[in-house]
């Protein structure tokens, strides 16, 4: 997917124009208790091309004059996006700092739009003249308070994407990253899982700006690790910033069929353990959590259950992910990691019969009869799976209201249980059907 940045002075109207873009799909994704969305970063919408958006201003650069943050933005941008919308204030024209971004730009290869924000009115559409000067070619008048001028502007971004190879490998490949904070030991594991045994590393590829891709094959099956931390302590300033390496992380997760929240034992878990391992759940990913550096904790024969209690307290929307005890370094129990991993894949891309999930609800209500509200009783006409990755199922019921949270939850155990989801989350949908 393509990717936007766009970048601008403070209070020019980046978050407007963001939250308009993406604004509706945010609102669609369910709510999950204890898990903060990410406002920097997200997938948008244009003429049936899906694209990803990024928020240069909601990168905080430390408290740093606004000359070293536009830089810094700027800098991002150019890093992190295919093409970039250029936002000035109309109202107060272009500034310093707003040629020093110009500057900048014009120094990198990327393609830029230039947009004018705040142009509410037809009168003060006669001005965007003046901004042709900044040589940038047209100058798009908008309005983000009255989304004004988008479409056009859209447009124009959209007529730069640059053409996509089609991804080579094939649908068998696994692709599948880790994530965690700084330390937890994402490299060492990284190295460990590529020097195991019979592991047969093919290619290692730096083509993408994001992160190194390493394919290998262990017994068959072809894998690609998309890994991030190599990519880091290249110095940059912005590199340091924790909003900079959790948009590199979410362009991973996006890549990725399954994700590898690692967890420190030595460390334990920590709330921003739990801030990453959400962004993962979030994006729809199978996930595994992987307990790193476990030859660092003193074991009787309750350890692991009490840890693996522990994490399942912290992580309770991981409910479906399996817990991996290794050590990176030992090596030891490193072999239970690839089969997870193809067993959560699998999960992540199961298809189950429309006649065997149907009869498995039929038989849940049996057992459990469907809920009353306010005397109306919900009935499930219904069900079928409407898409993979992961797994999204519609019910059919008489009113969709009548299904609320804690039934919802009955019937995805029961379909769990039925077809084996484990490492994956899936979605229940209700619709009515009379
Ligand atoms: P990253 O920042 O998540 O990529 O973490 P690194 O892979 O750089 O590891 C951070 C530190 O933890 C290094 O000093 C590693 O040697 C150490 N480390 C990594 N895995 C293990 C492990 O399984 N056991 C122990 N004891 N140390 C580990």
Not at 109 to 119: C, G, H, Q, R, T
Not at 231 to 251: C, D, I, N, P, Q
Request: hydrophobic share 40%; charged share 30%; no cysteine.
């Amino acid at each position: 997917k393509s990717v936007v940045a766009i970048v601008g002075k403070p209070n020019v109207g980046k978050s407007t124009i963001f939250n308009r873009l993406v604004g509706e799909r945010i609102a669609i994704v369910e709510d999950v208790p204890g898990v903060t969305r990410d406002r920097i970063y997200a997938e948008a919408e244009w003429l049936n091309t899906t694209f990803n958006l990024i928020d240069t201003g909601g990168i905080e650069i430390g408290d740093e004059p606004l000359m070293v943050q536009m830089r810094t933005q700027a800098e991002i941008a150019i890093e992190e996006s295919d093409v970039i919308i250029f936002m000035i204030d109309g109202k107060e024209g272009v500034t310093a700092a707003d040629e020093e971004v110009t500057r900048m730009l014009f120094k990198s290869s990327k393609p830029v739009v230039l947009a004018v924000n705040k142009m509410d009115n037809p009168e003060m559409r006669d001005r965007i003249y003046e901004f042709y000067s900044l040589g940038f070619g047209e100058p798009y008048p908008i309005s983000g308070s009255h989304g004004l001028g988008l479409g056009d502007l859209l447009d124009e971004v959209v007529k730069h994407f640059p053409e996509r190879d089609i991804e080579e490998d094939d649908e068998d490949t696994i692709h599948f990253s880790l994530i965690g904070r700084p330390n937890v030991g994402k490299s060492s594991l990284v190295n460990s899982i590529l020097g195991e045994e019979r592991v047969i590393v093919s290619e290692v590829a730096g083509t993408t700006r994001d992160a190194i891709d390493t394919s290998f094959e262990k017994d068959n099956q072809d894998f690609v690790i998309i890994d991030t931390a190599g990519m880091r302590k290249r110095g940059k300033v912005y590199e340091k910033t924790e909003k900079y390496s959790v948009l590199r992380a979410l362009k991973a997760i996006e890549r990725s069929d399954v994700v590898l929240a690692v967890l420190d034992a030595d460390t334990g878990i920590i709330e921003q353990d739990k801030r990453i391992a959400g962004y993962a759940h979030e994006a729809g990913k199978a996930v595994i959590i992987v307990v790193n550096k476990w030859d660092t904790v003193e074991k009787d024969d309750k350890t692991m259950k009490e840890f693996e209690d522990k994490v399942r307290q912290d992580f309770q929307f991981l409910d479906y992910a399996p817990v991996v005890f290794l050590s990176a370094l030992t090596k030891k129990r490193m072999h239970t990691l690839l089969p997870r991993i193809i067993q959560a894949s699998e999960n992540h891309a199961k298809r189950v019969q429309t006649n065997l999930l149907n009869e498995v609800i039929m038989d849940s209500l049996a057992l459990n009869p469907t809920p009353s509200i306010k005397g109306r009783k919900l009935k499930i006409l219904y069900a079928t799976q409407v898409a993979v990755k992961p797994p999204t199922f519609v019910v059919f019921v008489n009113d969709p209201e009548l299904m609320h949270f804690t039934f919802k939850r009955f019937l995805e155990n029961r379909i769990r249980e039925a077809f084996g989801f484990e490492g994956t989350p899936i979605k229940i949908y209700a619709r009515q059907r009379k």
